[in-house]
């Protein structure tokens, strides 16, 4: 797999299959991606040493030749990146899906919400599951693996728990037709896969 040419700030990439993969498609279970590598052979790493970091990155950028896509992984991919581990070749095309944590105050992915602290209506957490090829799966909290977007008007976030914020009562304007409040969270994960809850908050 190469990228191509993207002079007109679109993304261009070149796929070959190789035998294996031709193999795979035409077999009856067809062919599945769940692993991916990236390599920089074409880069030469020099140019910065030579012009700094500012001008010699901008030149790899632009003067740097990009490879076709070849069949053979062993002329294709020798430097392999990765996240500090010597030993990956590649990354996990890892899914997940997102569900609330499960307390006195959520039903599904309905918070029941109220002003007084001390019955713990205030807060929820987000719980998301991991994916991908794994047999078993793993629950772990919203944490810095991932990135998350939400409405800072009614939703602030602290470690791994969301709190309500008074506004989600008081802006009434934003209240569907069943006086309820309907929050999208979108969560992202370092492959570029993500997942949208919609929390929908009641009022006490």
Known sequence: ???LNHSTNNIVIDAVLTNKGREAIAST????????ALADEEVDYTIIKKYGRIVGKEKI??????????????LGLKYFLNDGDAQALGQQLQTFSLSLSTTN????????????S????????????????????????????YEYSYNTTFLSLQ??????????????QYHNSAGNLVLPITVKNGNGFEQTIFVTITFA
């Open 118 to 145: 001390q019955d713990g209506t205030t807060t929820f957490s987000i719980v998301i599951t991991p994916g991908g090829t794994s047999t078993t799966l793993q629950q772990i909290t919203l944490d810095s693996n």
């Open 61 to 74: 950028e632009k003067n740097t030749p990009i490879f076709e896509a070849s069949t053979s992984a062993d």
């Open 1 to 3: 797999m190469g990228f």
């Open 105 to 116: 105050s959520v039903t599904g992915t309905t918070v029941t919400y109220s002003t007084n």
């Open 29 to 36: 279970s067809g062919l599945s991606i769940t692993k991916f």
């Open 159 to 172: 470690a791994s728990t969301f709190t309500i914020e008074p506004a989600a009562k008081s802006l009434t």
